[in-house]
C-alpha cells in the first residue's frame, strides 16, 4: 500500500499532536509543588489540573482514530 502525500501530512499532524500531548504529561508532575504553593490550590484543585492533560489525549483519540 503506497501512502500519498496527503496521508504522509496527516499522519504527521497526527503524531505531532501526540507528542504535544505526551510531553505536557511529562511536564506537569515535577512541578506539582510548584503550582500547589503559587496557585494556592488544595489537592482536589491539583489532581483536577493534573488529570486534565490525560483527559485531553482522551478526548483527541477519538478525532485522531477516525483520521486514519
Sequence with gaps: MKLSRRD????LLLWLGG???????LAVP??????????HLDEKGVGALV????????T?????????
Excluded at 488529570?51 to 482522551?58: D, E, G
Excluded at 483527541?60 to 486514519?68: D, R, T, Y
Design 30 to 39: 515535577p512541578l506539582i509543588p510548584l503550582i500547589h504553593r503559587d496557585l
Design 8 to 11: 504522509w501530512v496527516r499522519l
Design 51 to 58: 488529570s486534565l492533560p490525560v483527559l485531553l489525549l482522551a
Design 60 to 68: 483527541a483519540a477519538v478525532p485522531g482514530s477516525l483520521l486514519i
Design 19 to 25: 507528542i504535544d500531548l505526551r510531553l505536557t504529561m
